[in-house]
Nanobody, 126 residues
């Protein structure tokens, strides 16, 4: 059983940067495709970024592609999300997700992932 724990959330001002981390335990991290999703109050969970298990390829949603970066350290079993030039509309609970062979098909669909963290709140003030 894979367990995921997000950290790094908080309150920032518009234009600031923040890095989220997702540490894992159990299972084999290096074979897991990973992703970040977010959910704002009253809205559905939406895709933010995903990364191939090798770390050689990643994808980001259009709304964050020029500001966020996803990365992973397979040795440390940790997934990262570097968020720059943050905007109030980035305010949400951010979740990391994991699963095997998710990157090539349906990488942006929450229901495709097998493991989820509990989420970390990110609030961006204007």
């Amino acid at each position: 059983q894979v367990q995921l724990v997000e950290s790094g959330g908080g309150l920032v001002q518009a234009g600031d940067s923040l890095m989220l981390s997702c540490t894992t335990s159990g299972g084999s991290f290096s074979v897991l495709d990973m992703a970040w999703f977010r959910q704002a109050p009253g809205k559905e969970r939406e895709f933010v970024a995903s990364i191939f298990w090798k770390g050689t390829s990643s994808r980001l949603s259009d709304s964050v592609s020029r500001r966020f970066r996803i990365s992973r350290d397979n040795t440390e079993r940790t997934l990262y999300l570097q968020m720059n030039t943050m905007k109030p509309e980035d305010t949400a609970v951010y979740f990391c997700a994991a699963g095997i062979d998710k990157y090539t098909t349906g990488h942006d669909i929450p229901g495709n992932y097998d493991y989820w963290g509990q989420g970390t709140q990110v609030t961006v003030s204007s």
